[in-house]
């Protein structure tokens, strides 16, 4: 076992797999892999980057804490 913050600590992925697969594909059956890709691409770029809260920026979505931040 590793410790928090060493780099075989692989917490901070599980817990993006687990939003992923709850959020996005959680019972989707895809025809094809591009499909799937699709799927996963615009999860990525339109939903957890932009408008998805999280709880080390204070709940706020990425896109909120940029414009609060920006200089």
């Known amino acids: 076992m590793s410790k928090r913050g060493d780099c075989y ?7 993006w797999n687990h939003s992923y697969k709850v959020e996005s594909v959680h019972g989707e059956r895809f025809a094809t892999r591009m499909q799937a890709e ?3 691409t615009d999860y990525i770029d339109r939903y957890y980057n932009v408008k998805r809260r999280h709880s080390t920026i204070g709940q706020r979505s990425p896109q909120a804490y ?3 931040n920006a200089t």
């Open 38 to 40: 699709n799927i996963t």
């Open 9 to 15: 600590d692989n917490a901070a992925m599980e817990s």
């Open 66 to 68: 940029e414009l609060a």
